[in-house]
């Protein structure tokens, strides 16, 4: 077992041994708290297959967030009402329905924005994975069937099996088994001959399909399922907030799911989450002194481009065996 397995296990085990701690001296907006962590833990780890492990910079993914926040939305407002969707299709207001709607739509908008942005590289790479995000940004606004740029509100949180959603510790429990779910995920594609290949386009991709694996086809795939995970994670972030807005789609969102990364550590196991603690850490501590807390965010992050390059990951665990 390496040293970063080591701190990643510390950390998800922390971020469980804190909300139970919360439960029992009876906090629980502390749990909430846990809760938010696991949700951006999730989608910035989902974020982190591409940029990490492929190298693909996407300001995009807010996209894909915000899709599986409007399929919980949706799905669970047409339930709701008792109104049918299109073709006669039901709403829902079963997670795992919802979970698996979102992470299909994003997975067949990945599959669209891949096919066109993942011919370019650098800048024009993220421009367009960009450009396509702020499409969806604005025909959210522009829908008024779903609230528009008021958003869409969910009455009652979504349900999931033999779980009382409502109660903050299930919910998490939720949360936290999902993002759980996302590391090994990520640990196994990263350990894996797919990883490696994904690895090496982002040095050398001439030698890669020098051995006949074509670099596309790989960065694809890869784009797809980033966008899935980050969609289950959007999925959830909705049924948190029992809302759904189009800030969701918006650019800033996928610039945060960076800096999260960032923060932590470029493709390291926890570093999403790591980011993701310090971020909601940031975010209470400093939130109710000043409006300006990123000020001081920004300032960790500056620092840790200049003297941390692995991130905090990188700090505690010392220099990745990958990259």
């Given at each position: 077992?390496?040293?970063?397995?080591?701190?990643?296990?510390?950390i998800?085990?922390?971020?469980?041994?804190?909300?139970?701690?919360?439960?029992?001296?009876?906090?629980?907006?502390?749990?909430?708290?846990?809760?938010?962590?696991?949700?951006?833990?999730?989608a910035?780890?989902?974020?982190n297959?591409?940029?990490?492990?492929?190298?693909?910079?996407?300001?995009?993914?807010?996209?894909?967030?915000?899709?599986?926040?409007?399929?919980?939305?949706?799905?669970?407002?047409h339930?709701?009402?008792?109104?049918?969707?299109?073709?006669?299709?039901?709403?829902?207001?079963?997670?795992?329905v919802?979970?698996?709607?979102?992470?299909?739509?994003?997975?067949?908008?990945?599959?669209?924005?891949?096919?066109?942005?993942?011919?370019t590289?650098?800048?024009?790479?993220?421009?367009?994975?960009?450009?396509?995000?702020?499409?969806?940004?604005?025909?959210?606004?522009?829908?008024?069937?779903?609230?528009?740029?008021?958003?869409l509100?969910?009455?009652?949180?979504?349900?999931?099996?033999?779980?009382?959603?409502?109660?903050?510790?299930?919910?998490?429990?939720?949360c936290?088994?999902?993002?759980?779910?996302?590391?090994?995920?990520?640990?196994?594609?990263?350990?894996?001959?797919?990883?490696?290949?994904?690895?090496?386009?982002?040095?050398?991709e001439?030698?890669?399909?020098?051995?006949?694996?074509?670099?596309?086809?790989?960065?694809?795939?890869?784009?797809?399922?980033?966008?899935?995970?980050?969609?289950?994670?959007?999925?959830?972030?909705?049924?948190?907030?029992?809302?759904?807005?189009?800030?969701?789609?918006?650019?800033?969102?996928?610039?945060?799911?960076?800096?999260?990364?960032?923060?932590?550590?470029?493709?390291?196991l926890?570093?999403?989450?790591?980011?993701?603690?310090?971020?909601?850490?940031?975010?209470?501590?400093l939130g109710?002194?000043?409006?300006?807390?990123?000020?001081?965010?920004?300032?960790?992050?500056?620092?840790?481009?200049?003297?941390?390059?692995?991130?905090?990951?990188?700090?505690?665990?010392?220099?990745?065996?990958?990259?």
């Amino acid at each position: 077992m390496t040293r970063e397995t080591v701190f990643s296990i510390l950390i998800v085990a922390g971020l469980l041994a804190a909300a139970f701690i919360a439960q029992a001296i009876g906090e629980t907006f502390y749990i909430t708290l846990a809760t938010r962590m696991a949700i951006l833990g999730l989608a910035a780890t989902g974020l982190n297959i591409a940029l990490g492990l492929g190298g693909l910079v996407s300001f995009g993914h807010a996209a894909f967030f915000g899709i599986g926040g409007y399929a919980a939305g949706i799905l669970a407002t047409h339930a709701f009402n008792s109104e049918p969707l299109l073709f006669g299709l039901p709403g829902t207001n079963q997670m795992i329905v919802i979970w698996i709607t979102g992470a299909i739509a994003a997975a067949l908008v990945a599959l669209l924005i891949g096919l066109i942005s993942l011919r370019t590289s650098g800048v024009y790479f993220i421009m367009i994975t960009l450009a396509f995000a702020q499409m969806i940004y604005y025909f959210a606004i522009s829908w008024p069937a779903y609230g528009g740029e008021d958003g869409l509100s969910i009455y009652v949180r979504n349900a999931f099996p033999g779980t009382n959603t409502l109660a903050p510790m299930s919910f998490f429990l939720i949360c936290f088994g999902l993002l759980v779910l996302g590391l090994l995920l990520f640990g196994l594609l990263r350990d894996s001959r797919f990883g490696a290949a994904l690895q090496a386009g982002r040095q050398n991709e001439t030698r890669l399909a020098a051995v006949g694996i074509g670099p596309f086809r790989v960065r694809l795939v890869a784009f797809v399922l980033s966008a899935m995970l980050t969609a289950l994670a959007g999925a959830l972030f909705a049924d948190l907030n029992r809302f759904v807005s189009p800030s969701m789609f918006s650019w800033h969102m996928s610039g945060e799911l960076i800096v999260l990364i960032i923060i932590g550590g470029v493709g390291r196991l926890a570093g999403p989450l790591t980011g993701a603690i310090v971020y909601v850490l940031f975010e209470f501590a400093l939130g109710g002194i000043t409006e300006h807390w990123q000020f001081f965010l920004g300032l960790i992050l500056l620092a840790v481009v200049l003297f941390a390059r692995g991130g905090m990951m990188g700090l505690l665990a010392g220099r990745a065996r990958h990259g």
